[in-house]
């Protein structure tokens, strides 16, 4: 079933949100915790942002991606989130999201990789990390990102390349490579 029909069932039949939690959820985790370096922040606003999804349910509407309108529920909740704490991102607090499928040598390969990488998104701007971070490890479209950030296509666009532009000398020598 499609998440356009589980979403209208969702307004009445809590198994049907139950379903589109299960579906979106660690995306949804993986996205916030990119953005928060912190595993419990992530665990919280996830949860905030399912409750906000559930309480909203009447007001999303099909022809949108339900998966955009997640992340967009994320995306304000991670910014309510730094607006009220004022926090810097602790770095010895960042932690991999564990994925399975990869070898315990990858897995740590992996955890190292994420740090750096979260580590010099510190240095960009939020709105090129955001965009970056929906780009890259998001795997979205510009266009989706641009439905999420409430810009246009092509300024999404110019946003991921300077923060390709401005991280590539940093990345490359941890083997990743622009795939915008």
């Known amino acids: ?29 993986r996205y916030l915790l990119l953005r928060t370096g912190n595993v419990d922040d992530a665990q919280d ?3 905030q942002t399912f409750i906000a999804a559930l309480e909203n349910i009447a007001r999303y ?29 602790p770095l010895e607090m960042v932690e991999d999201v564990p ?23 510190q240095n960009l701007s ?5 965009a970056f971070i929906l780009r890259v490890f998001g795997e979205l479209s510009a266009a989706e990102i641009a439905v999420i950030m409430g810009k246009s296509e092509a300024a999404v666009k110019m946003l991921v390349h300077r923060a390709w532009r401005d991280l590539r000398q940093h990345l490359e020598p941890i083997g990743v490579e622009e795939s915008t």
């Open 99 to 121: 994925h399975p499928g990869p070898l315990p040598d990858d897995m740590v390969s992996q955890s190292l990789q994420v740090e750096r990488i979260v580590s010099l998104l």
């Open 61 to 89: 509407r099909p022809q949108a991606s339900f998966h955009l309108w997640l992340l967009g529920i994320a995306r304000h909740k991670v910014g309510d989130f730094f607006r009220k704490e004022r926090r810097i991102l």
């Open 126 to 130: 939020p709105e090129r990390a955001e």
């Open 1 to 29: 079933m499609q998440d356009a029909t589980l979403a209208q069932r969702a307004k009445n039949d809590p198994a049907a949100f139950a379903e589109l939690y299960r579906r979106h959820v660690d995306h949804v985790y």
């Open 45 to 47: 606003l996830t949860t």
